[in-house]
C-alpha cells in the first residue's frame, strides 16, 4: 500500500474524532443537553430507590388542614399554636416554612414572638432573590420582633426549565451575615459557600408526615415527634410553594429542604461535571475507530454507551455525581459515523470475506506514481468446487494471510473467481517480494480437512494516468499472460499486444522448433569444491528464434510445463545431454549430467522405459545422470509420483531437489522424496555476503543435508567470495557465473580438457 494511501486510511479515523470531540466540547459548555441529563439521572436514581431516614418530620399544610383550620394566609396565633404543640411533644428543633417578614395584628405577632420566645428551638425562613438580568437583591426576612427569639436560616431555592430543583446552598448571605439554608441546618451541616446536589433517590413519600390538622386537634402519636426536627410548610396545592420532585411530580417545596438534609446527612455530595466521562468517551471512541473491525467497533462502542447510561449509578449511590450527556453525545455521533460508513461500504465489501471488493477498488483514487498488483489463482473455482460447505472463508484467510506477510498493513480488494489486487508503492522493490509470495504459495494450503494446492500468478500495471477500471484490466491480463507463460509474475505492458499472436501460438511453435533445431541445449558447469575441479554440467534448454532471436527459456519452457507440453522438450534435452555426457565419459573423464525433471512427468508411466533405453543406446552409466525435480510442491501427497522417484533411483539414477529453500523444504519432506542431493536456490546464495539469515539459511542446509548423507550443490555462484564461503561451510558442488556461464557442448569439452591439461602441468 502507497505511504499516501496509509496516510489517508490513517486520518480520516482520527479527523473524525476530533471534529466529534470539538462539537461535544461545545455540547458540553452550553449544557444542550440537560433535558435528557435530567431524565437519565431520574432513571438512575430509580434503580437505588430507598427511603428516608425518618429524622425529619414534615407538618403538612395540606387541603385537609385548609379544610378544617380555615384558608391561607392563617393568623400567626395559629402558627403559635402548632409550635406550643411541637414544643410539648419534644421537637428537637421546630423549623417554619412559611414567611413571618410582614407584620399582621399587634397582638398576634405578640403572641407568635411569645410562642418563639417559649419554645427556644425555632428556626424561621429568610429568602433572597436576584432580579433577572439587573443584579437586584431582595430580601425577605423575619421581623426583627421574631428573629430575636428564633434562628434565621435560607430557604433559597433556584428552578430550572421544569420547575425542579436539582442543587441547593449550603448558605446564603442575609443582611449582610452568612446563614445556614434549612437544608444544611436539618442536617448538622455547617455553614459554607457552594451548592451540592440533591440526591433524589430517597423517596419523598417515605418522610415521615403529620395533617396540621390533626396536630391541632392531637391526633397524632407523640413519639412520632419526640427528639426529630419538625418542619412545617405548605403542601397543598393551594399554595404558592410547588415545585416538580424529580421522579416523584409535583410536591411542596419543604420536600427540596428534606431531601437536601437526608443527602448531607449521608454523606458530602461531590459533583464532577461533565469532563471526567467526556474525556473518556473521546479514548474509548478512539479505540473503537482504531480496531478497523465492525463486530470491534459496535462492541466498544456499545459497550461504551451502556456505561455511560448506567455507569454512574454506582457513584451516586455514594453522592458521586457525573454528567453524562456531553460524552454520549460524542458516542452517538460516531456510532452514526460508523453506521453511515458501514452502509455506504454496504455494496464494496465481498460477503464472504469481509474484504473491500474491486467496487471499492475502482471508487479509490490512487496517485499516478502507484503501481496496481492484480493476483489470480487459476484453480479457485475449482477448489471452492470441492471444499465442504462454508469452508470458503477459511480457504480466503489463508490466501489473505499469504498475500500479507512483509505488508501486514496492506489493504487487499478482493474480486470473484479468486481474484486480488492491491496498490504498491513503484519504489519498493515489489518485484522480489512478488516472487516471494509466489515461493509462498508453493505450500500446498489446509482447507476443511483437505490439502489443496493453490496455483497463482500475479500482474502489475505500473503507475499511468488511466482509469482505475483500465488499470485493473490491465494488471489482470498481465496476470493472465503471466499463468499462461508459465511466470510468476509480469508487467501489463500494452505493446505486448503486438505479439499476443505470436504468445498464443508459442507452444505449437516450439514442438515444429525442436524438429527444426531451433531448440539447443547449452550446458552449465558444476564445480567440486573440495577438488576445484568440473566434475559435470547442467543441461539447459535454449532457443533461438530465427526472426525473434533468443526466447527466454523461462518463458517457453515455464509455458509448455505448465500446459503439460514439456514431454517432448524433455525427451530432446535428454537426449542430448546424455549424450554428451557418454562422449565425454568415453574419452576418460568422470562426467555427470544434470536435467531439469517436470514432476508432471513423474505420471507418465513410460518415462522410465524410454530413460533406460536412453541410457542403454548411449552406453552412459545411470550413476552419471541426476535429474532434477522441478515444481515440487506437486509431490505433496502424491503417492504415484513417489513410486515413480522410486523406480528411476532403482534404475541408478540420481535423484535431485532443486530450488531448495523456496518451495516445500522441510524436514518431513526431505524424509519423503528419496534424493541423493539438494540443490540449494540461488535467491538464498546470491545475497549469502550480505545478508545474515540467508547466510545462517545456507550453512543450516548444508549441515542437514550432510546428516542425511546427501550431496550439496549451490547455484546461482556469482561471485568468487561466494565461492570461498560456501568452501569454507563444506558445501560439495558450486554452479554459477563464478564457475562458468551456459556453453554450447564444444566449449565444454575445450573447458575441461583445459582444466585437464592444468592440473597434470
Not at 417515605?206 to 405548605?234: E, N, Q, T
Not at 514439456?566 to 549424450?579: N, R
Amino acid at each position: 500500500m502507497s505511504k499516501q494511501g496509509k496516510q489517508d486510511r490513517d486520518r480520516k479515523p482520527w479527523r473524525l474524532l476530533v471534529l466529534t470531540a470539538l462539537a461535544g466540547l461545545l455540547f458540553g459548555l452550553i449544557g444542550f443537553g440537560q433535558v435528557a441529563e435530567d431524565y437519565l439521572r431520574m432513571a438512575r436514581n430509580s434503580l437505588h430507590w430507598h427511603k428516608a431516614s425518618g429524622d425529619i418530620v414534615l407538618v403538612d399544610i395540606d387541603d385537609n388542614s385548609l379544610h378544617e383550620l380555615g384558608r391561607l394566609p392563617w393568623s400567626r396565633s395559629k402558627h403559635s399554636q402548632i409550635i406550643d404543640i411541637l414544643t410539648r411533644a419534644g421537637a428537637n428543633r421546630i423549623f417554619v416554612d412559611v414567611m413571618m417578614d410582614g407584620p399582621s395584628d399587634p397582638k398576634e405577632d405578640a403572641a407568635f414572638a411569645q410562642a418563639l420566645a417559649r419554645s427556644g428551638r425555632v428556626v424561621l425562613p429568610a429568602v433572597t432573590r436576584f432580579g433577572p438580568g439587573s443584579g437586584l437583591h431582595v430580601e425577605r426576612t423575619p421581623l426583627a420582633t421574631f428573629s430575636r427569639w428564633a434562628q434565621v436560616a435560607s430557604v433559597t431555592i433556584r428552578y430550572n426549565y421544569q420547575n425542579a430543583v436539582w442543587s441547593v446552598d449550603y448558605s446564603d448571605k442575609v443582611q449582610g451575615k452568612l446563614v445556614p439554608t434549612y437544608a444544611a441546618l436539618l442536617a448538622n451541616h455547617r455553614a459554607q459557600r457552594g451548592n451540592f446536589m440533591i440526591d433524589y433517590s430517597v423517596d419523598p413519600n417515605s418522610v415521615p408526615r403529620i395533617s396540621a390538622a390533626a396536630l391541632v386537634h392531637g391526633k397524632f402519636d407523640r413519639r412520632l415527634i419526640a427528639d426529630k426536627d419538625v418542619i412545617i410548610a405548605v403542601t397543598s396545592a393551594a399554595g404558592s410553594d410547588i415545585v416538580f420532585i424529580p421522579g416523584a411530580g409535583p410536591m411542596g417545596g419543604a420536600f427540596v429542604h428534606v431531601l437536601g438534609a437526608e443527602t448531607l446527612k449521608s454523606g458530602n455530595p461531590i459533583y464532577l461535571g461533565w469532563l471526567p466521562l467526556f474525556v473518556a468517551a473521546i479514548a474509548l471512541a478512539g479505540l473503537a475507530l482504531s480496531l478497523r473491525r465492525p463486530v470491534r467497533e459496535w462492541t466498544v462502542l456499545g459497550l461504551t454507551g451502556v456505561m455511560l447510561v448506567l455507569g454512574p449509578t454506582l457513584p451516586e449511590i455514594y453522592h458521586v455525581y457525573l454528567d453524562v450527556m456531553p460524552a454520549l453525545f460524542v458516542i452517538i455521533m460516531i456510532s452514526v459515523a460508523v453506521a453511515r460508513r458501514h452502509y455506504k461500504l454496504r455494496g464494496l465489501v465481498n460477503p464472504v470475506s469481509n474484504l473491500p471488493n474491486l467496487n471499492a477498488l475502482r471508487a479509490r483514487r490512487p496517485s499516478r506514481q502507484e503501481a496496481l498488483v492484480a493476483a489470480r489463482l487459476t484453480n479457485y473455482e475449482e477448489i471452492v468446487a470441492t471444499l465442504p460447505r462454508d469452508s470458503e472463508r477459511e480457504l480466503i484467510e489463508q490466501i489473505v494471510a499469504r498475500l500479507k506477510v512483509g505488508s501486514p498493513g496492506r489493504v487487499l480488494y478482493q474480486g470473484d473467481a479468486g481474484i486480488f489486487a492491491w496498490f504498491e508503492d513503484p519504489g519498493q522493490p515489489f518485484g522480489n517480494h512478488l516472487e516471494a509470495l509466489y515461493a509462498l504459495f508453493r505450500n500446498a494450503a489446509r482447507v476443511g480437512g483437505l490439502s489443496v494446492d493453490l496455483n497463482i500468478s500475479f500482474g502489475v500495471e505500473a503507475g499511468s494516468g488511466r482509469s482505475v477500471q483500465n488499470r485493473l484490466a490491465g494488471a489482470l491480463v498481465a496476470a493472465e499472460e503471466a499463468a499462461h507463460d508459465g511466470l510468476k509474475w509480469k508487467y501489463h505492458d500494452p505493446e505486448t499486444l503486438e505479439n499476443a499472436s505470436w504468445k498464443l501460438s508459442m507452444l505449437s511453435q516450439l514442438d515444429d522448433a525442436i524438429d527444426r533445431g531451433e531448440v539447443w541445449v547449452a550446458y552449465q558447469p558444476k564445480l567440486d569444491l573440495a577438488t576445484k575441479r568440473i566434475i559435470g554440467a547442467e543441461a539447459l534448454a535454449r532457443w533461438t528464434h530465427p526472426e525473434k532471436g533468443p526466447i527466454a527459456a523461462s518463458e517457453f519452457v515455464a509455458a509448455a510445463e505448465q500446459h503439460n507440453r514439456i514431454g517432448k522438450l524433455t525427451d530432446f534435452v535428454l537426449e542430448k545431454a546424455v549424450a554428451a555426457a557418454s562422449q565425454i565419459n568415453k574419452r576418460g573423464g568422470d562426467f555427470d549430467i544434470a536435467v531439469n525433471l517436470s514432476a508432471r512427468l513423474l505420471t507418465d508411466k513410460g518415462f522410465t522405459l524410454r530413460l533406460s533405453a536412453l541410457l542403454a543406446r548411449h552406453s552412459l552409466a545411470p550413476n552419471h545422470l541426476t535429474l532434477e525435480l522441478t515444481e515440487t510442491a506437486a509431490l505433496a501427497g502424491s503417492g504415484e509420483g513417489l513410486d515413480m522417484i522410486g523406480r528411476l533411483r532403482d534404475l541408478g539414477v540420481n535423484i535431485a531437489i532443486d530450488d531448495y529453500g523456496t518451495g516445500l523444504s522441510t524436514l518431513d519432506y526431505l524424509k519423503k522424496i528419496p534424493a541423493n542431493e539438494i540443490k540449494i536456490d540461488q535467491s538464498f546464495v546470491k545475497n549469502m555476503a550480505d545478508n545474515r539469515s540467508d547466510r545462517l539459511m545456507v550453512q543450516s542446509t548444508i549441515g542437514l543435508a550432510h546428516s542425511l548423507g546427501r550431496k550439496v550443490v549451490a547455484e546461482g555462484v556469482e561471485h568468487r567470495d561466494i565461492l570461498d564461503i560456501l568452501i569454507e561451510m563444506g558445501c560439495d558442488v558450486a554452479q554459477g557465473f563464478a564457475v562458468g556461464r551456459p556453453m554450447s557442448i564444444d566449449s565444454l569439452v575445450k573447458r575441461l580438457s583445459t582444466d585437464r591439461n592444468r592440473s597434470a602441468a
